[in-house]
């Protein structure tokens, strides 16, 4: 660990002197509580893997910027005197950068103190060594080292001391969001936010992500809560800068199972009562803030530098106050550095930035498009919505759109990158080459990734030495990279799903997110109801393959019960539809109504004790026979076995005749289940049973007896 | 070491005025008007010549220019800065050629055979030291802050020379000196002020309510209602951003058609403008500092705003032809005398820093 300090006394004579030494009092009062603030430099995720395999992703240049010096500057912008900066990726880069920064000289207004460990896996590790090592006294701000943001928090900041100061410590967060209408283009689909909050207070009351979904459910409290008036919104962009109080690093102490933010409010939310903890929220409507969380983002936010939304934190300001970054602002946002040269007939629209020493071949073409330093680029080069970094060098007749092309990289003659491509680190690609929409070219392989998947956090420069020894063994596949080309492609080399997946979390596309991801609210329990099902139907299938007592069969689903904490009358309507599905799961769905019953009669027979040992009230008669009715709802198809198997039941005691008298008797609910009733024909076979029931009932009522 | 200490002290104030400087001048923060941008350039300036390590003029004006270069590059479109830089610089320069016993009169004066002759020298002869120069310079600098201090006092005492009774006075925007100055008249007289609102920032209504607190009869109209209401209008005064060296203004979008219009009805256009506004800049290019937060003025474009281009000129370009005069704290001034106060103001070397 390494911490940089720079004495206290400095930063606190700078603050007197720019109130002009004014109130002494005031003046001491600031020295007691210097504002701080958590940043935490690591993503805790792979969305910008391959390229962050290389370079951190705080790093990583956003307007030839690092993108953590961005953050901070907001933070100083903000009043921040003291920045804690947690790093594990790649700390060692980070450190090296930050050192080297305007941050750490010695006039700075914010004191960096860089905290690296390779043990933080989540923010919630992080904030847990905040609490461990007691670094913040009082309200903190806590930022992602991908942040950019330009937004004034100190009235935020305000609103939470005061409501800290009215209520005492009830309030631990404030989270800060930005007014922008669902559909711009800065809002990022997976932090896509429904919030439901009170109007007056500003305080959360339902927090959830909406992930693509269609229905949205909210637990009825928060209507039914004191305030008189609330407001659900949609239009919030989530800025991903929290003040937090310093009782929220205790909380996640307290829960070790916080891994995130996210996690973090739902937690508080539920809790509130036990805990009385609550989360406010400050919406803003000017400003600017986003967090680069993915490829898609990192394409709008660069560009919205560019067309200097984020005013005061534009390209020519040089607000890194590095040697040689400044450049010059012309029309149409032209930002050109120093020593660029530009070839005859160049054109470059608009929204362009081009550091220093690029040069530029003739008849070029350059829109929206950032170009970092020391690039060459050759003649007739069409360049739309390009983010090159450093050192990159493109040949001629050239066609790039809305790609990333890292440092080092070189694109060889008449090679065309469709959108949304990557190329990473020092890939050579072509020539005569057409890389189709959203390849992903690396020199690490992908197989090498997958091989040390598990240390990838630990690894260090060693093992990256290591690994590259390996990948070179491995061929480059000259149809995807080109004849001359150096790299693999990450898409085409990986299998399905994953590669799928890999590529929507580069660039964010999580178009039509898959059922299973829904883990919010209702998606999560029924998403639970579904695995218990699933587990009652393995207990089951392995009680039938090695002959297992039903009474152990019923101790298995009770414990199961217990475990998904599943109600009895799910219990019972779950085990019903799985028994009745069994045959169905066993030998396809394709089965005739005749082999239907015939296979599951005996399962119900050798399963009937299980049955029994739930089904024991009316209720419980009539919820079984409505979990019966919605399947032969659901495979019409078979809706004939359905008397049969009611039959069964009734003949195995499971079922009461009340019961399916009284279930027939309350009527349909809808029309089909009507139909379902009359088709079958169910009273006349009804009547035949209760002949049979009469003939039986002495004997019957002998067994109850007993 | 108390010297050291000293030095980073300066430095850090530098640093600090130069990250105030980068968030934008306008708005938050200390730095609110070009009133306070010019005191506390003059401070820092002061500061540096206490501090600083320096043995002669040259030296001095050595630092001061490098220092001056990082603040104007800090936040370019404000002008006032680099003003109170050159105001310094002809200080250094004047107290010099005093402590040398030389007039600096005569070597000023521009003519054609001294711009034949004159090579390099003059920078060479600030090389000798003079012991009571430090205190000289500073005490100078010291007469500037006085100077500036009564700016916005000496513009508003001219007040009753330009409004007379009942007449209809048009304004546009907020500028704290033509506030003053309205205000001033109105101790006395009794007129009418029309204040243009200013979209999209809308200046003109904080003006407007200022102007109505002390009991000035005032209309706020739109932007767009200028020309039509022009015909009633006595005079137009107004503030300015800069103002340049051809006696041209960069002031707030929206003066420039106030201008055409009063041409138009031949109503006259005073300007309202400290000295420490005259810049040594022509005319050059005009700056976009912030079409940012301008996301709610477009609620229709959300899908296509990632294709649009807001542009939101913050500045107008009014030719020096459209200008009656010009009132600074050291009298009324045509447009066409503007050269001259610039030579008194500021030496010519020192018009690119």
Redo the contacts between chains.
């Keep these: 660990m390494l911490q940089i300090y720079t004495s206290g006394a400095?930063s606190g004579?700078?603050r007197g002197?720019?109130q002009k030494k004014g109130n002494v009092t005031s003046e001491q009062e600031e020295e007691e509580q210097p504002l701080q603030a958590v940043l935490v430099a690591d993503s805790f995720n792979r969305r910008f893997f391959p390229i962050s395999k290389d370079q951190p992703r705080a790093l990583l240049p956003l307007g030839n910027v690092a993108m953590i010096d961005y953050t901070l500057e907001f933070l100083?912008?903000t009043g921040v005197q003291e920045t804690f900066v947690f790093c594990c990726w790649m700390s060692n880069k980070i450190k090296d950068h930050l050192l080297k920064s305007k941050w750490c000289?010695?006039?700075?207004?914010n004191v960096v103190h860089i905290i690296t460990s390779d043990l933080y896996r989540s923010l919630g590790d992080v904030l847990r060594d905040v609490d461990a090592k007691n670094l913040v006294r009082n309200d903190f701000i806590l930022v992602y080292g991908d942040v950019v943001s330009?937004i004034?928090v100190s009235q935020a900041l305000q609103e939470h001391r005061h409501r800290r100061k009215v209520d005492k410590n009830i309030s631990v967060m404030t989270m800060v969001f930005k007014?922008?209408?669902?559909?711009?283009?800065t809002r990022c689909e997976e932090d896509d936010v429904i919030v439901a909050m009170d109007s007056k207070s500003k305080r959360v009351l339902h927090y959830q992500k909406t992930q693509g979904l269609k229905k949205l459910q909210f637990p009825m409290n928060i209507f039914q809560h004191g305030s008189d008036e609330f407001e659900i919104r949609h239009d919030l962009l989530d800025c991903h800068i929290s003040i937090c109080s310093p009782q929220v690093a205790e909380l996640f102490t307290d829960n070790f199972d916080y891994q995130t933010r996210n996690d973090f409010v739902r937690g508080i939310l539920v809790n509130e009562e036990i805990l009385g903890n609550q989360i406010h929220l400050y919406v803003t409507?000017?400003?600017?803030g986003a967090r680069v969380s993915n490829l898609q983002m990192y394409d709008?936010v660069s560009?919205d530098m560019v067309?200097?939304?984020?005013?005061?934190l534009t390209p020519e300001?040089?607000?890194t106050?590095q040697q040689g970054q400044?450049c010059t602002h012309?029309?149409?946002?032209v930002y050109r550095g120093a020593e660029v040269s530009l070839g005859h007939g160049s054109q470059m629209e608009?929204?362009v930035l081009i550091g220093r020493d690029t040069s530029i071949g003739a008849n070029c073409h350059i829109s929206n498009s950032v170009i970092g330093n020391n690039c060459t680029i050759g003649d007739n080069v069409v360049l739309d919505r390009a983010h090159m970094w450093n050192n990159v060098h493109v040949s001629s007749n050239v066609e790039i759109h809305q790609s990333v092309v890292c440092d080092g990289a070189v694109v060889k003659e008449a090679v065309r990158l469709n959108k949304q491509c990557v190329l990473a680190y020092n890939v050579v690609i072509g020539p005569n080459l057409s890389l189709p929409e959203g390849t992903v070219v690396s020199m690490h392989h992908p197989e090498e990734e997958e091989e040390d998947d598990d240390d990838e956090f630990l690894s260090d420069d060693q093992e990256v030495g290591h690994s590259k020894d390996k990948t070179r063994q491995k061929a480059f596949n000259p149809a995807e990279v080109g004849p001359e080309g150096k790299g693999y492609i990450w898409k085409a080399s990986m299998n399905d799903t994953e590669d799928e997946e890999l590529a929507q979390c580069l660039w964010g596309l999580v178009l039509n997110p898959d059922p299973e991801s829904d883990s919010e609210s209702e998606a999560s329990e029924e998403s639970q109801d579904r695995t218990f099902q699933l587990e009652v139907l393995g207990t089951l299938q392995r009680g039938l393959e090695e002959n297992i007592v039903c009474d152990n069969l019923v101790l298995e689903i009770n414990s199961l019960k217990y475990a998904y904490n599943i109600t009895l009358k799910e219990v019972m309507q779950i085990l019903t539809r799985v028994v009745l599905e069994y045959p169905f799961q066993q030998q396809g769905t394709q089965l005739t109504t005749l082999q239907y019953t015939g296979s599951l009669l005996p399962l119900l027979k050798t399963w009937s004790p299980v049955f029994k040992n739930y089904i024991k009230r009316a209720q419980d008669h009539l919820d079984c026979l409505s979990a019966v009715e919605e399947l032969f709802l659901e495979q019409d198809t078979h809706q004939t076995a359905m008397v049969k198997v009611l039959m069964k039941m009734y003949q195995l005691e499971i079922l009461e005749e009340e019961a399916i008298l009284k279930w027939f008797s309350t009527g349909a609910t809808n029309d089909k289940s009507r139909q379902l009733r009359k088709n079958q024909g169910v009273m006349r076979r009804m009547s035949l049973w209760r002949k049979e029931s009469e003939e039986d009932e002495s004997s019957e009522e002998g067994e109850c007896g007993r | 070491m108390p010297g050291a200490d000293k030095e980073t002290d300066l430095t850090e104030r530098i640093e600090a005025f130069l990250a105030d400087l980068k968030r934008g001048g306008s708005g938050t923060g200390p730095l609110r008007g070009s009133g306070e941008m010019a005191r506390e350039t003059t401070y820092l300036l002061r500061r540096i010549t206490a501090q600083a390590r320096w043995s002669s003029a040259g030296d001095l004006m050595e630092i001061i220019r490098n220092e001056g270069r990082r603040m104007t590059a800090a936040q370019p479109s404000e002008t006032t800065v680099g003003n109170m830089v050159r105001r310094v610089l002809k200080i250094i320069r004047e107290e010099y050629a005093r402590s040398r016993g030389s007039s600096e009169e005569t070597e000023q004066q521009e003519s054609l055979h001294k711009l034949l002759t004159a090579g390099e020298l003059s920078e060479e002869n600030f090389r000798q030291h003079f012991v009571h120069l430090k205190a000289n310079v500073i005490e100078a600098i010291n007469e500037l802050l006085t100077e500036l201090d009564g700016t916005t006092d000496n513009i508003a005492m001219q007040a009753l020379e330009h409004i007379h009774s009942n007449e209809v006075i048009m304004t546009v925007g907020r500028s704290r000196t033509v506030e003053a100055f309205l205000k001033d008249a109105a101790r006395k007289r009794k007129f009418h002020v029309i204040v243009a609102e200013c979209a999209p920032f809308c200046q003109g209504h904080e003006m407007a309510t200022g102007l109505s607190k002390v009991g000035i009869e005032t209309t706020v109209i739109a932007d767009a209602a200028i020309f039509a209401v022009m015909s009633r209008v006595n005079k137009v005064i107004i503030g300015t951003q800069t103002v340049l060296a051809n006696g041209g203004l960069r002031a707030v979008n929206g003066t420039h058609s106030v201008a055409l219009a009063a041409r138009h009805h031949s109503t006259p256009l005073i300007i309202c403008a400290p000295m420490f506004k005259l810049s040594p800049q022509v005319f050059t290019t005009i700056f976009y500092p912030f079409p940012g937060s301008f996301s709610y003025c477009l609620p229709v474009l959300r899908e296509i705003l990632s294709k649009v281009n807001v542009h939101c000129p913050v500045f107008d370009y009014v030719p020096p032809e459209l200008i009656t005069l010009f009132i600074s704290n050291i009298g009324g001034n045509a447009p066409s005398y503007i050269y001259r106060l610039m030579s008194e103001l500021y030496h010519p070397e020192d018009h690119k820093l």
């Design positions: 400095t004579s700078f002197g720019k100083t912008s000289r010695p006039t700075s207004p330009n004034d007014e922008s209408s669902p559909g711009h283009k409507q000017d400003g600017y709008s560009l067309r200097r939304w984020v005013y005061p300001a040089n607000f106050d400044g012309s029309r149409h946002n608009e929204n």
